[in-house]
Structures are given as structure tokens and as C-alpha cells.
């Protein structure tokens, strides 16, 4: 696709509940990035993939939070026995490399998650 | 770790012009990056930079002085449609390629 698309855009959960996030990057995209957005404050690192290789997991706030790039492509991070604190937007970036030399992060518009 | 600072609210009125500073802290500074965010919607990237000085983009321009720990993000003739958060975000040598550390935004509301 053109862009980054992520699904679902909204996901109500009751607490304890289980959900999965998808994230479907740009074609081509080498770099995986999933970043954690409270109302109000700037998105906050979970992980980062290259290629299929997870290299980076020590945002990721807890074990109940596991995400994978089976292929190299598509990427689904997962949150088992939700809690109120997970309810944020989930953002799911990709970028040709590293973004840290010149090349721009590519982010999709996000899933909103809610617990209640 | 990274401390990244930023004013949390801004106004202007249209056609106006406002400067957004973002000063940090970090013991390997690589680059940084100013981003877009309107509400509900993905953030986008406006700038980066790496070396002093001003870079100049449009209507947008990013200052950095990697002495001070200091950026800025100038906005020229203001116009509605630039209501919207804006994201200072750093990258580190220490940490993974790529991974960017932003602060909390900066909410900008243009007035007509």
C-alpha cells in the first residue's frame, strides 16, 4: 500500500481481555518501529524489528506484551490480560533504515485502544 | 536517559509567525527530528537535523545548536490548517538505530 495501515483503528477491551494489533508497513520497509502514545504526552518506544528479527524489546512495559514479524512484512503486536493502564494509541512505524542516519519514520495513523 | 522539554500549549493567530523550542539532554546525541501530529492522525515528519545551524523548509525551518542542547521549529504565516501537535524527537548513538525518544508535543492553536 501507499502507507503504513494499521487495524483495528478503535478496539474497545474489557480488562483482562486479549487483543492483537496489526500493522501492515510500506512495501519494502526493512525497519519496524511500535510505539506507545498516552492522550497528551509523545509516543514512547515498545520494539523494533529488522527485517523479521525482533532486535530491540526493552520498551515493552511488561511479559504481557509480545509482538511479532513472522515474515519479514507484516507485523501483529499482542496484549494478553489487558489492564486500564494499556488504553493509548498504539503506533506502528516503518523506515527503508534506521531513521537515526537521514531516512524518515513512516507512521501509520495508529489503534486506539480503550479498556474498560 | 533522555529529557527532552517543550512547551505544552501555543497559540497564534493566522498569518503570524511562532517558534516552538525544544531543548534536551542526552549523552550521545545523533539527530533530531520535528514531527507533525494532527489530532487523531499519524504523526509526519517536518525536519531533521544533525549539524548546527538552520535548515530551511517552506513555510517551516528548524534550528539546532547541539552546544546548548537547544532546537527550535519556526513557523511562518500561520495558517489554520497548521493546528496541530508538533513533536521534537531524538535519536541517541547509544540506543538502536533508528529508535527516536520524543517529547511529550507541543499543541498549537491558530486563531483566524
Known amino acids: 500500500g501507499a502507507g503504513v495501515s494499521q487495524s483495528p483503528r478503535y478496539k474497545v477491551a474489557k480488562r483482562g481481555q486479549d487483543v492483537a494489533l496489526r500493522c501492515d508497513p510500506i512495501?519494502?520497509?526493512?525497519?519496524l518501529f511500535w510505539y506507545q502514545q498516552a492522550l497528551g504526552q509523545g509516543p514512547e518506544f515498545l520494539t523494533y524489528?529488522?527485517?523479521?528479527?525482533?532486535?530491540?524489546k526493552s520498551g515493552l512495559p511488561s511479559d504481557r506484551f509480545f509482538a511479532e514479524r513472522p515474515e519479514g512484512s507484516v507485523s501483529t503486536l499482542k496484549i494478553q490480560r489487558t489492564q486500564q493502564e494499556d488504553s493509548a494509541v498504539y503506533l506502528c512505524?516503518?523506515?527503508?533504515?534506521?531513521?537515526?542516519?537521514?531516512?524518515?519514520?513512516?507512521f501509520g495513523e495508529g489503534s486506539r485502544l480503550t479498556v474498560l | 536517559g533522555q529529557n527532552i522539554d517543550q512547551p505544552t500549549e501555543m497559540t497564534a493567530t493566522e498569518g503570524a509567525i511562532v517558534q516552538i523550542n525544544c531543548t534536551y539532554q542526552t549523552s550521545g546525541f545523533n539527530g533530531l527530528f520535528w514531527y507533525q501530529q494532527h489530532a487523531g492522525e499519524a504523526p509526519t515528519f517536518l525536519s531533521y537535523n544533525v549539524l548546527d545551524g538552520l535548515e530551511e523548509k517552506g513555510r517551516f525551518s528548524s534550528f539546532l545548536s547541539r552546544s546548548k542542547g537547544y532546537s527550535y521549529l519556526l513557523l511562518k504565516e500561520l495558517q489554520m490548517k497548521d493546528s496541530a501537535s508538533y513533536l521534537c524527537?531524538?535519536?541517541?548513538?547509544?540506543?538502536?538505530?533508528?529508535?527516536?525518544?520524543f517529547g511529550r508535543g507541543t499543541q498549537l492553536t491558530v486563531w483566524p
Open positions: 512505524a516503518s523506515s527503508r533504515q534506521g531513521s537515526g542516519v537521514s531516512g524518515e519514520l513512516f
Open positions: 524489528f529488522q527485517n523479521e528479527a525482533q532486535l530491540d
Open positions: 512495501s519494502g520497509h526493512v525497519s
Open positions: 524527537a531524538l535519536t541517541d548513538r547509544g540506543s538502536t538505530l533508528g529508535r527516536l525518544y
